[in-house]
Protein backbone atom coordinates (compact mmCIF):
# COMPACT_ATOMS: atom_id res chain seq x y z
CA UNK A 1 0.00 0.00 0.00
CA UNK A 2 1.53 3.03 -0.86
CA UNK A 3 3.05 5.43 1.81
CA UNK A 4 0.60 8.39 1.38
CA UNK A 5 -1.61 6.41 3.18
CA UNK A 6 -2.78 6.63 6.68
CA UNK A 7 -1.99 3.81 9.71
CA UNK A 8 -5.56 2.32 11.71
CA UNK A 9 -3.88 4.37 14.61
CA UNK A 10 -4.00 7.59 12.80
CA UNK A 11 -7.75 7.61 11.39
CA UNK A 12 -10.83 8.86 12.75
CA UNK A 13 -13.01 5.61 13.76
CA UNK A 14 -16.16 4.47 12.19
CA UNK A 15 -15.10 5.09 8.79
CA UNK A 16 -15.29 9.22 9.46
CA UNK A 17 -14.23 11.42 6.37
CA UNK A 18 -11.48 13.57 7.97
CA UNK A 19 -10.59 15.32 4.37
CA UNK A 20 -13.52 16.55 2.01
CA UNK A 21 -15.12 14.24 -0.55
CA UNK A 22 -13.11 16.41 -3.34
CA UNK A 23 -9.66 14.66 -1.96
CA UNK A 24 -11.38 11.39 -2.85
CA UNK A 25 -9.62 10.78 -6.28
CA UNK A 26 -11.54 8.23 -8.22
CA UNK A 27 -9.74 8.62 -11.38
CA UNK A 28 -7.86 5.73 -10.82
CA UNK A 29 -10.82 3.55 -11.12
CA UNK A 30 -10.81 4.47 -15.13
CA UNK A 31 -9.91 1.93 -18.06
CA UNK A 32 -10.88 4.03 -20.64
CA UNK A 33 -9.87 7.43 -21.02
CA UNK A 34 -12.10 10.45 -22.71
CA UNK A 35 -9.93 11.96 -25.56
CA UNK A 36 -11.47 15.10 -27.42
CA UNK A 37 -11.06 16.16 -30.52
CA UNK A 38 -11.44 20.00 -31.17
CA UNK A 39 -11.63 19.82 -34.66
CA UNK A 40 -15.18 17.67 -34.85
CA UNK A 41 -16.19 19.09 -31.16
CA UNK A 42 -18.92 22.03 -32.07
CA UNK A 43 -19.16 23.69 -27.98
CA UNK A 44 -22.65 22.30 -27.40
CA UNK A 45 -21.51 21.37 -23.71
CA UNK A 46 -23.57 18.26 -23.87
CA UNK A 47 -20.68 16.42 -22.24
CA UNK A 48 -19.94 18.82 -19.48
CA UNK A 49 -24.09 18.51 -18.84
CA UNK A 50 -23.78 14.95 -19.32
CA UNK A 51 -20.35 13.95 -16.89
CA UNK A 52 -21.84 12.48 -13.74
CA UNK A 53 -18.65 13.63 -12.08
CA UNK A 54 -19.11 17.60 -13.39
CA UNK A 55 -15.48 16.28 -14.62
CA UNK A 56 -15.83 18.46 -17.93
CA UNK A 57 -15.67 22.22 -17.93
CA UNK A 58 -15.20 24.60 -20.72
CA UNK A 59 -12.63 26.99 -20.56
CA UNK A 60 -13.19 30.09 -22.64
CA UNK A 61 -9.81 31.25 -22.75
CA UNK A 62 -8.69 28.39 -24.57
CA UNK A 63 -11.94 27.39 -26.25
CA UNK A 64 -11.26 24.42 -24.84
CA UNK A 65 -13.32 21.60 -23.09
CA UNK A 66 -11.50 20.29 -19.97
CA UNK A 67 -11.27 17.28 -18.78
CA UNK A 68 -10.34 16.81 -15.08
CA UNK A 69 -8.83 13.11 -14.62
CA UNK A 70 -8.24 13.23 -11.13
CA UNK A 71 -12.13 12.55 -10.79
CA UNK A 72 -13.46 11.01 -14.17
CA UNK A 73 -13.99 7.47 -13.63
CA UNK A 74 -13.83 6.63 -17.58
CA UNK A 75 -17.78 5.93 -17.57
CA UNK A 76 -17.69 7.01 -21.29
CA UNK A 77 -21.04 8.93 -21.09
CA UNK A 78 -19.69 11.74 -22.60
CA UNK A 79 -18.93 9.92 -25.75
CA UNK A 80 -21.60 8.33 -25.92
CA UNK A 81 -23.77 11.87 -25.62
CA UNK A 82 -21.44 13.46 -27.98
CA UNK A 83 -23.61 14.18 -31.44
CA UNK A 84 -20.14 14.94 -33.33
CA UNK A 85 -18.05 11.54 -32.11
CA UNK A 86 -15.55 14.36 -30.69
CA UNK A 87 -14.68 12.26 -27.75
CA UNK A 88 -12.75 8.77 -27.97
CA UNK A 89 -12.59 6.49 -25.29
CA UNK A 90 -9.13 4.57 -25.47
CA UNK A 91 -7.46 1.84 -23.64
CA UNK A 92 -6.00 3.52 -21.11
CA UNK A 93 -2.15 2.24 -20.46
CA UNK A 94 -1.13 2.14 -16.59
CA UNK A 95 2.33 1.40 -15.28
CA UNK B 1 -21.76 -4.18 51.58
CA UNK B 2 -24.41 -2.19 49.40
CA UNK B 3 -23.81 1.76 50.10
CA UNK B 4 -27.37 2.17 49.70
CA UNK B 5 -30.96 0.37 50.67
CA UNK B 6 -32.30 -1.63 47.90
CA UNK B 7 -36.03 -3.04 47.20
CA UNK B 8 -36.56 -6.58 46.57
CA UNK B 9 -39.40 -6.99 44.27
CA UNK B 10 -40.30 -10.39 42.35
CA UNK B 11 -39.31 -10.06 39.00
CA UNK B 12 -39.06 -12.68 35.55
CA UNK B 13 -36.04 -12.14 33.36
CA UNK B 14 -37.55 -9.91 31.34
CA UNK B 15 -39.07 -8.08 33.64
CA UNK B 16 -35.95 -7.60 35.00
CA UNK B 17 -34.19 -6.15 31.96
CA UNK B 18 -37.27 -3.88 31.43
CA UNK B 19 -36.86 -2.44 34.67
CA UNK B 20 -33.44 -2.18 34.29
CA UNK B 21 -34.18 0.08 31.09
CA UNK B 22 -36.30 2.44 32.68
CA UNK B 23 -33.96 3.64 35.38
CA UNK B 24 -31.07 3.89 32.57
CA UNK B 25 -32.26 7.13 31.04
CA UNK B 26 -32.88 5.91 27.89
CA UNK B 27 -33.61 8.10 24.63
CA UNK B 28 -34.83 5.42 22.04
CA UNK B 29 -36.34 1.90 22.13
CA UNK B 30 -37.30 0.29 19.29
CA UNK B 31 -37.99 -3.15 19.19
CA UNK B 32 -40.39 -6.19 17.90
CA UNK B 33 -41.89 -8.49 20.04
CA UNK B 34 -40.96 -12.38 19.70
CA UNK B 35 -41.30 -14.89 21.95
CA UNK B 36 -39.32 -15.68 24.63
CA UNK B 37 -38.34 -11.34 24.73
CA UNK B 38 -41.77 -10.01 24.44
CA UNK B 39 -42.32 -9.37 28.12
CA UNK B 40 -39.34 -6.92 27.57
CA UNK B 41 -41.04 -4.48 25.24
CA UNK B 42 -44.52 -4.97 26.55
CA UNK B 43 -43.07 -3.82 30.46
CA UNK B 44 -41.09 -1.22 28.52
CA UNK B 45 -44.05 0.18 26.42
CA UNK B 46 -46.43 -0.02 29.30
CA UNK B 47 -43.67 2.47 31.26
CA UNK B 48 -43.81 4.47 28.38
CA UNK B 49 -47.96 4.99 28.15
CA UNK B 50 -47.64 5.55 31.91
CA UNK B 51 -45.12 8.68 31.31
CA UNK B 52 -42.98 7.10 33.65
CA UNK B 53 -40.01 7.61 31.09
CA UNK B 54 -38.92 10.06 28.53
CA UNK B 55 -38.27 7.30 25.77
CA UNK B 56 -39.20 7.75 22.48
CA UNK B 57 -40.28 4.41 21.96
CA UNK B 58 -40.62 2.94 18.26
CA UNK B 59 -42.67 0.42 16.61
CA UNK B 60 -41.23 -1.20 13.91
CA UNK B 61 -42.00 -3.78 11.28
CA UNK B 62 -39.43 -6.07 11.75
CA UNK B 63 -35.90 -6.88 13.90
CA UNK B 64 -34.27 -5.42 10.87
CA UNK B 65 -35.68 -2.48 11.11
CA UNK B 66 -35.66 -1.95 14.91
CA UNK B 67 -31.94 -2.18 15.54
CA UNK B 68 -31.49 0.37 12.38
CA UNK B 69 -33.72 2.88 14.36
CA UNK B 70 -31.34 1.63 17.27
CA UNK B 71 -28.07 2.12 15.74
CA UNK B 72 -28.95 5.25 14.14
CA UNK B 73 -30.79 6.87 17.10
CA UNK B 74 -27.27 6.28 18.81
CA UNK B 75 -24.96 7.88 16.07
CA UNK B 76 -27.22 11.36 16.85
CA UNK B 77 -25.78 10.72 20.50
CA UNK B 78 -29.03 9.21 21.66
CA UNK B 79 -29.13 6.12 24.16
CA UNK B 80 -30.86 3.82 22.81
CA UNK B 81 -31.79 -0.04 23.48
CA UNK B 82 -33.47 -3.05 21.74
CA UNK B 83 -34.27 -6.87 22.56
CA UNK B 84 -34.84 -9.65 20.60
CA UNK B 85 -34.45 -13.62 20.45
CA UNK B 86 -33.69 -16.48 17.94
CA UNK B 87 -34.96 -15.79 14.66
CA UNK B 88 -35.48 -11.95 15.26
CA UNK B 89 -31.47 -11.60 15.96
CA UNK B 90 -31.42 -13.64 12.62
CA UNK B 91 -32.89 -10.93 11.29
CA UNK B 92 -30.56 -8.18 12.54
CA UNK B 93 -27.49 -10.33 11.39
CA UNK B 94 -26.69 -7.67 8.49
CA UNK B 95 -27.12 -4.63 11.13
CA UNK B 96 -25.10 -6.12 13.89
CA UNK B 97 -22.16 -5.49 11.91
CA UNK B 98 -23.21 -2.21 10.57
CA UNK B 99 -23.72 -1.09 14.35
CA UNK B 100 -20.65 -2.29 15.56
CA UNK B 101 -18.67 -0.67 12.28
CA UNK B 102 -20.32 2.48 12.90
CA UNK B 103 -19.16 2.16 16.69
CA UNK B 104 -22.70 2.76 17.47
CA UNK B 105 -22.99 1.65 21.30
CA UNK B 106 -26.37 0.24 21.08
CA UNK B 107 -27.56 -2.25 24.17
CA UNK B 108 -29.26 -5.30 23.37
CA UNK B 109 -30.83 -7.71 25.56
CA UNK B 110 -30.65 -10.87 24.21
CA UNK B 111 -33.55 -13.63 24.97
CA UNK B 112 -31.18 -16.94 23.67
CA UNK B 113 -33.58 -19.56 22.12
CA UNK B 114 -32.93 -22.12 19.71
CA UNK B 115 -32.85 -21.03 15.87
CA UNK B 116 -35.52 -22.94 13.22
CA UNK B 117 -36.05 -25.52 12.05
CA UNK B 118 -37.98 -27.39 13.14
CA UNK B 119 -39.41 -24.35 14.86
CA UNK B 120 -38.64 -24.23 18.90
CA UNK B 121 -39.14 -21.28 21.12
CA UNK B 122 -37.38 -22.56 24.04
CA UNK B 123 -33.65 -21.88 25.18
CA UNK B 124 -30.67 -23.17 23.67
CA UNK B 125 -27.18 -20.55 22.73
CA UNK B 126 -27.19 -21.16 18.86
CA UNK B 127 -28.81 -17.28 17.95
CA UNK B 128 -26.30 -15.08 19.81
CA UNK B 129 -23.37 -17.32 19.47
CA UNK B 130 -24.17 -17.45 15.57
CA UNK B 131 -23.31 -13.49 15.77
CA UNK B 132 -20.04 -14.10 17.62
CA UNK B 133 -18.21 -12.56 15.24
CA UNK B 134 -20.22 -9.18 14.87
CA UNK B 135 -17.98 -7.11 17.12
CA UNK B 136 -20.74 -6.78 19.99
CA UNK B 137 -19.49 -7.23 23.21
CA UNK B 138 -21.62 -10.60 24.78
CA UNK B 139 -22.37 -10.82 28.42
CA UNK B 140 -24.24 -13.54 29.74
CA UNK B 141 -26.58 -13.72 33.36
CA UNK B 142 -26.29 -16.78 35.36
CA UNK B 143 -29.85 -14.94 36.66
CA UNK B 144 -32.23 -12.70 36.67
CA UNK B 145 -30.74 -10.49 39.09
CA UNK B 146 -27.44 -10.51 36.91
CA UNK B 147 -29.58 -9.26 34.31
CA UNK B 148 -30.81 -6.79 35.98
CA UNK B 149 -27.36 -5.73 37.02
CA UNK B 150 -25.20 -6.55 33.51
CA UNK B 151 -28.23 -4.29 31.54
CA UNK B 152 -27.01 -1.16 33.80
CA UNK B 153 -23.28 -2.10 33.39
CA UNK B 154 -23.57 -2.46 29.46
CA UNK B 155 -24.30 1.12 28.83
CA UNK B 156 -21.55 2.01 30.48
CA UNK B 157 -19.39 -0.26 28.96
CA UNK B 158 -20.85 0.58 25.19
CA UNK B 159 -20.56 4.11 26.18
CA UNK B 160 -16.85 4.29 27.25
CA UNK B 161 -15.31 6.26 24.77
CA UNK B 162 -12.19 3.78 24.97
CA UNK B 163 -14.58 0.60 23.81
CA UNK B 164 -17.92 2.42 21.93
CA UNK B 165 -18.62 -1.02 20.80
CA UNK B 166 -22.37 -2.35 21.14
CA UNK B 167 -23.08 -4.84 23.99
CA UNK B 168 -25.66 -7.59 24.34
CA UNK B 169 -26.49 -8.91 27.32
CA UNK B 170 -28.09 -12.75 27.21
CA UNK B 171 -30.09 -14.15 29.46
CA UNK B 172 -31.43 -17.84 29.09
CA UNK B 173 -35.27 -17.96 27.43
CA UNK B 174 -38.01 -19.24 29.68
CA UNK B 175 -35.45 -20.76 32.93
CA UNK B 176 -34.78 -16.76 33.22
CA UNK B 177 -37.12 -14.93 30.67
CA UNK B 178 -40.09 -16.81 32.14
CA UNK B 179 -39.40 -17.51 35.89
CA UNK B 180 -40.05 -14.86 38.82
CA UNK B 181 -37.03 -14.25 41.18
CA UNK B 182 -36.61 -11.62 44.15
CA UNK B 183 -34.51 -8.97 42.75
CA UNK B 184 -32.77 -6.31 44.16
CA UNK B 185 -33.45 -3.21 42.33
CA UNK B 186 -31.51 0.19 42.88
CA UNK B 187 -33.31 3.51 43.43
CA UNK B 188 -33.83 4.95 39.82
CA UNK B 189 -31.62 8.36 40.96
CA UNK B 190 -28.71 5.78 41.65
CA UNK B 191 -28.66 4.22 38.44
CA UNK B 192 -29.17 7.29 36.60
CA UNK B 193 -26.38 8.56 38.21
CA UNK B 194 -24.39 5.75 37.76
CA UNK B 195 -24.86 5.25 34.12
CA UNK B 196 -24.30 9.21 33.42
CA UNK B 197 -24.46 11.02 30.46
CA UNK B 198 -23.13 9.85 27.12
CA UNK B 199 -19.53 10.89 26.54
CA UNK B 200 -18.42 11.95 22.65
CA UNK B 201 -14.55 11.64 21.87
CA UNK B 202 -13.41 14.07 19.29
CA UNK B 203 -12.71 12.99 15.78
CA UNK B 204 -11.97 14.86 12.91
CA UNK B 205 -14.19 15.77 10.34
CA UNK B 206 -14.23 16.85 6.70
CA UNK B 207 -13.86 20.46 7.39
CA UNK B 208 -10.36 20.01 9.71
CA UNK B 209 -12.48 20.71 12.64
CA UNK B 210 -12.39 18.54 15.91
CA UNK B 211 -15.51 17.69 17.05
CA UNK B 212 -17.65 15.23 19.31
CA UNK B 213 -18.44 11.64 17.52
CA UNK B 214 -22.12 12.12 16.47
CA UNK B 215 -24.32 12.61 13.83
CA UNK B 216 -25.10 16.75 14.28
CA UNK B 217 -25.80 19.25 11.33
CA UNK B 218 -24.03 22.04 13.67
CA UNK B 219 -21.05 19.83 13.22
CA UNK B 220 -21.17 17.70 10.07
CA UNK B 221 -19.88 14.34 10.25
CA UNK B 222 -20.30 11.33 8.10
CA UNK B 223 -20.02 7.60 9.79
CA UNK B 224 -20.10 4.72 7.74
CA UNK B 225 -19.55 5.47 4.38
CA UNK B 226 -18.01 3.74 1.15
CA UNK B 227 -14.46 2.33 2.59
CA UNK B 228 -12.70 -0.07 -0.04
CA UNK B 229 -9.42 -1.96 0.13
CA UNK B 230 -7.44 1.15 1.41
CA UNK B 231 -9.27 1.39 4.39
CA UNK B 232 -11.77 -0.77 5.47
CA UNK B 233 -9.18 -2.96 6.75
CA UNK B 234 -7.58 -0.69 8.98
CA UNK B 235 -10.89 0.35 10.60
CA UNK B 236 -11.97 -3.65 11.15
CA UNK B 237 -8.47 -3.19 12.88
CA UNK B 238 -9.37 -0.41 15.19
CA UNK B 239 -12.68 -2.61 16.27
CA UNK B 240 -10.58 -5.18 17.56
CA UNK B 241 -8.46 -2.85 19.47
CA UNK B 242 -11.70 -1.30 20.87
CA UNK B 243 -12.16 -4.94 21.90
CA UNK B 244 -8.80 -5.02 23.98
CA UNK B 245 -9.47 -2.18 25.51
CA UNK B 246 -12.77 -3.45 26.86
CA UNK B 247 -11.89 -6.09 28.85
CA UNK B 248 -10.10 -3.26 31.86
CA UNK B 249 -13.36 -1.45 30.80
CA UNK B 250 -15.71 -4.18 32.07
CA UNK B 251 -13.74 -5.14 35.06
CA UNK B 252 -13.81 -0.81 36.46
CA UNK B 253 -17.39 -1.38 35.34
CA UNK B 254 -18.12 -4.19 37.31
CA UNK B 255 -16.10 -2.99 40.07
CA UNK B 256 -17.81 0.37 40.58
CA UNK B 257 -21.39 -1.57 40.20
CA UNK B 258 -20.06 -4.17 42.83
CA UNK B 259 -18.99 -0.98 45.32
CA UNK B 260 -22.65 0.68 44.87
CA UNK B 261 -24.53 -2.71 44.88
CA UNK B 262 -22.78 -4.94 46.78
CA UNK B 263 -23.05 -7.57 43.86
CA UNK B 264 -20.28 -9.37 41.99
CA UNK B 265 -19.55 -11.37 39.66
CA UNK B 266 -15.95 -13.03 39.81
CA UNK B 267 -14.41 -10.38 38.11
CA UNK B 268 -16.67 -9.24 35.30
CA UNK B 269 -15.36 -11.38 32.90
CA UNK B 270 -15.11 -14.68 34.50
CA UNK B 271 -17.07 -16.36 37.77
CA UNK B 272 -14.79 -19.02 39.47
CA UNK B 273 -16.94 -20.98 41.93
CA UNK B 274 -14.92 -23.70 43.88
CA UNK B 275 -12.25 -23.25 41.68
CA UNK B 276 -8.72 -22.43 43.50
CA UNK B 277 -7.99 -25.76 44.53
CA UNK B 278 -10.38 -27.98 42.51
CA UNK B 279 -8.75 -31.11 40.04
CA UNK B 280 -11.83 -31.10 37.53
CA UNK B 281 -13.78 -27.74 36.53
CA UNK B 282 -16.90 -27.48 33.99
CA UNK B 283 -16.93 -24.37 32.12
CA UNK B 284 -20.36 -23.13 30.60
CA UNK B 285 -21.94 -19.98 30.06
CA UNK B 286 -25.79 -18.75 31.43
CA UNK B 287 -28.30 -20.36 33.90
CA UNK B 288 -26.70 -23.92 33.67
CA UNK B 289 -24.00 -22.02 35.77
CA UNK B 290 -26.70 -22.27 38.55
CA UNK B 291 -26.94 -25.78 38.75
CA UNK B 292 -23.67 -27.13 38.34
CA UNK B 293 -22.88 -24.92 41.40
CA UNK B 294 -25.41 -26.88 43.15
CA UNK B 295 -23.67 -30.25 41.46
CA UNK B 296 -20.07 -29.24 42.71
CA UNK B 297 -21.25 -28.63 46.04
CA UNK B 298 -22.40 -32.16 46.48
CA UNK B 299 -19.46 -33.22 44.89
CA UNK B 300 -17.61 -31.46 47.43
CA UNK B 301 -19.51 -33.18 50.38
CA UNK B 302 -18.27 -36.30 48.59
CA UNK B 303 -14.79 -35.18 48.82
CA UNK B 304 -14.58 -34.75 44.65
CA UNK B 305 -12.65 -31.45 44.01
CA UNK B 306 -15.07 -30.29 41.89
CA UNK B 307 -15.17 -26.42 40.44
CA UNK B 308 -16.53 -24.03 37.65
CA UNK B 309 -15.59 -21.69 35.46
CA UNK B 310 -18.58 -19.64 34.19
CA UNK B 311 -17.55 -17.35 31.26
CA UNK B 312 -20.16 -14.11 32.13
CA UNK B 313 -18.43 -12.27 29.09
CA UNK B 314 -17.84 -14.37 25.95
CA UNK B 315 -16.63 -11.53 23.45
CA UNK B 316 -14.07 -10.07 24.06
CA UNK B 317 -12.72 -13.82 25.17
CA UNK B 318 -11.16 -13.28 28.60
CA UNK B 319 -8.41 -15.52 27.31
CA UNK B 320 -5.55 -14.73 30.29
CA UNK B 321 -8.66 -15.41 32.79
CA UNK B 322 -8.96 -18.77 31.37
CA UNK B 323 -5.41 -19.67 31.80
CA UNK B 324 -5.31 -18.41 35.02
CA UNK B 325 -8.32 -20.57 36.38
CA UNK B 326 -7.91 -23.55 34.25
CA UNK B 327 -4.09 -23.70 33.48
CA UNK B 328 -3.42 -26.41 36.44
CA UNK B 329 -6.74 -28.52 36.19
CA UNK B 330 -6.43 -32.30 35.05
CA UNK B 331 -9.45 -32.29 33.48
CA UNK B 332 -11.90 -29.67 32.12
CA UNK B 333 -14.97 -30.34 30.51
CA UNK B 334 -16.89 -27.31 28.42
CA UNK B 335 -20.77 -27.58 28.26
CA UNK B 336 -21.99 -25.79 25.20
CA UNK B 337 -25.97 -25.16 24.62
CA UNK B 338 -24.85 -24.73 21.05
CA UNK B 339 -23.43 -26.73 17.94
CA UNK B 340 -21.36 -26.07 15.41
CA UNK B 341 -22.81 -28.33 13.05
CA UNK B 342 -19.46 -30.11 11.22
CA UNK B 343 -16.79 -28.22 13.19
CA UNK B 344 -16.02 -30.90 15.84
CA UNK B 345 -17.55 -29.13 18.79
CA UNK B 346 -19.50 -26.35 20.13
CA UNK B 347 -18.45 -22.63 19.98
CA UNK B 348 -17.57 -22.04 23.84
CA UNK B 349 -15.17 -25.35 23.60
CA UNK B 350 -13.25 -24.43 20.59
CA UNK B 351 -12.63 -21.45 22.38
CA UNK B 352 -12.00 -22.60 25.91
CA UNK B 353 -9.38 -25.32 23.83
CA UNK B 354 -7.54 -22.27 21.53
CA UNK B 355 -7.00 -20.12 24.73
CA UNK B 356 -5.34 -23.20 26.58
CA UNK B 357 -2.92 -24.02 23.68
CA UNK B 358 -0.18 -22.36 23.92
CA UNK B 359 0.50 -23.88 27.69
CA UNK B 360 3.16 -26.32 28.17
CA UNK B 361 1.14 -28.65 30.12
CA UNK B 362 -1.95 -28.00 28.76
CA UNK B 363 -5.10 -30.05 30.59
CA UNK B 364 -7.32 -32.33 28.11
CA UNK B 365 -10.37 -30.50 27.38
CA UNK B 366 -13.46 -32.03 26.17
CA UNK B 367 -16.78 -31.06 25.03
CA UNK B 368 -20.50 -31.87 26.39
CA UNK B 369 -23.46 -30.39 24.19
CA UNK B 370 -26.12 -29.96 26.03
CA UNK B 371 -30.24 -28.92 26.42
CA UNK B 372 -30.67 -28.06 22.47
CA UNK B 373 -34.50 -26.77 22.26
CA UNK B 374 -34.93 -26.44 26.05
CA UNK B 375 -33.70 -29.86 26.43
CA UNK B 376 -33.78 -30.06 30.33
CA UNK B 377 -30.41 -30.24 32.54
CA UNK B 378 -31.30 -31.77 35.51
CA UNK B 379 -28.20 -32.00 37.91
CA UNK B 380 -27.94 -35.45 37.14
CA UNK B 381 -26.52 -34.97 33.67
CA UNK B 382 -23.71 -32.65 35.20
CA UNK B 383 -22.99 -35.31 37.48
CA UNK B 384 -22.36 -37.73 34.45
CA UNK B 385 -19.78 -34.62 32.91
CA UNK B 386 -18.01 -34.63 36.41
CA UNK B 387 -17.76 -38.56 36.61
CA UNK B 388 -16.21 -38.25 32.54
CA UNK B 389 -14.05 -35.55 33.92
CA UNK B 390 -13.22 -37.65 36.89
CA UNK B 391 -12.12 -40.64 34.90
CA UNK B 392 -10.21 -38.61 32.40
CA UNK B 393 -8.16 -37.47 35.38
CA UNK B 394 -7.49 -40.59 36.56
CA UNK B 395 -6.41 -42.02 33.19
CA UNK B 396 -5.54 -39.26 31.52
CA UNK B 397 -7.11 -40.48 28.83
CA UNK B 398 -9.53 -39.01 26.34
CA UNK B 399 -12.27 -41.68 24.95
CA UNK B 400 -14.85 -39.31 23.49
CA UNK B 401 -13.90 -35.44 22.97
CA UNK B 402 -17.85 -33.95 22.00
CA UNK B 403 -20.16 -35.91 23.38
CA UNK B 404 -24.31 -35.08 23.07
CA UNK B 405 -25.62 -35.09 26.81
CA UNK B 406 -28.90 -35.37 27.76
CA UNK B 407 -29.78 -37.21 23.96
CA UNK B 408 -31.62 -40.30 23.41
CA UNK B 409 -29.51 -42.46 20.88
Not at chain 2, 154 to 160: G, M, Q, Y
Amino acid sequence: MSPEYKGWKEIPIAGVCWLPSTEYKTGDWRTYKPVWDSEKCIRCMLCHIYCPEGAIKYNPETDAMEFDYDFCKGCGICANECPKEAIEMILEEKE
Amino acid sequence: MAKIAQKVIALSGDEAVAYAVKQCDVDVVAAYPITPQTIIVERFSEYVANGEVDTAFICVESEHSALTCCLTAAATGARAFTATASAGLALMHEVLGVTSGCRAPVVMAIVNRALSAPINIHCDHSDSMAERDMGWIHIYAENSQEAYDSIIQAFRIAEHPDVLLPTLVGLDGFVLSHTLENVNVLPDDAVKGFVGERKFPLVRNHEGKMIPFKLDPENPLTIGPLDLYDYYFEHKRQQEEAMKKAYEVIRQVHEEYAELSGRRYGNGLVEPYRLEDAEIAVVCIGSTAGTVKTVVDELRGKGVKAGLLRIRVFRPLPVQDIIQWLSDKKAVGVMDRACSFGGNGGPLFHEIRHALYDLPNRPPVTNYIYGLGGRDTSPHLIHKVYQDLQRIAETGRVEQLVSFIGLRE
